[in-house]
């Protein structure tokens, strides 16, 4: 079996993806490390001994992500080549919700949002909230240094402890605002918030930032179609915050399954696609 592997290349998270050269899935793995070399080089040898492979049998390994040019040769003497990360994004989104056309939110460290279509794949922006905003200024706030912990403790925290909703302000729904909608990010700090009520402001407001640009994105490019990827879009509470956008602004935001493979994805579908089409 001849297989190509895509591998998308974090400061200390690494995901692969496995291909044979007929684009049938051979796996899925997610190695963490203290550095993007450990992590890349033990998360090839991992996948490769739990998909019963040997180095042989790997034809290719496409590299992308921003530890993807730490790489200056052949990784374990197999042909390495590099994608750019945000054509790798625009490719994995789209294969992975099965979509001819979207914008793909890359929700990693930081954000990144890439329309991907017929016409072609473009990073039209990003910003900077994102997971290493969750991480940063949550773990400060709560004392927790574990993503998982906080991502945890959050989903025990109450949001009317301390966000301003517009029920707070105005005894009426404003426009298609209703009473719910968060008015003022830690706008209220309430006495007696506890550190899990602050885990879940960080936590709302970051995914609240990322899914309305991700509207005004739609908006600017003519679009209706959001494909969410990267960690946080497997956050428990995320799935109601962008129904809760879906429902005000009509975009429909679509978390597709193994959603936080996509760039991983996009990196060994650029080497067996060319343009959507099979080699």
Do not use: W
């Amino acid at each position: 079996m001849s297989v190509i592997i895509g591998i998308d290349v974090g400061g200390s998270t690494t995901k692969i993806v496995g291909y044979t050269d007929k684009a049938k899935l051979v796996g899925m793995l997610k190695v963490e490390a203290a550095d993007p070399l450990t992590s890349a080089y033990g998360a090839l040898g991992k996948f490769i001994n739990e998909n019963g492979l040997a180095l042989k049998d790997v034809k290719q390994i496409i590299l992308t992500g921003v530890g993807a040019d730490l790489f200056k040769k052949k990784v374990y003497g197999i042909a390495t080549s590099t994608v750019d990360e945000f054509q790798a994004i625009g490719l994995g989104g789209l294969a992975l919700s099965n979509k001819k056309e979207g914008l793909v939110v890359s929700m990693g460290t930081g954000t990144a949002f890439v329309r991907a279509g017929e016409e072609g794949i473009f990073h039209i922006g990003g910003s900077g909230v994102g997971g290493g905003t969750v991480l940063g200024l949550g773990g400060k706030l709560c004392g927790i240094k574990s993503f998982k912990t906080l991502i945890a403790m959050a989903q025990t925290g109450k949001l009317n402890k301390v966000d301003l909703n517009i029920g707070d302000i105005s005894a009426r729904a404003i426009s298609n605002l209703t009473k719910e909608i968060t008015a003022a990010n830690f706008g209220k700090m309430e006495d007696g918030f506890t550190p899990a009520d602050l885990a879940a402001g960080v936590l709302n407001m970051v995914i609240q930032t990322i899914g309305m640009m991700a509207v005004f994105a739609c908006r600017n490019e003519s679009m209706k179609d959001v494909i969410l990827t990267g960690t946080l879009s497997q956050v428990p509470s995320a799935k109601k915050t962008f129904q809760m956008l879906h429902s005000m602004h009509g975009v429909n935001f679509i978390i597709p399954k193994n959603a936080i493979y996509a760039t991983a994805t996009g990196a060994a579908l650029s080497y067996l696609h060319k343009k959507g089409k099979a080699k």
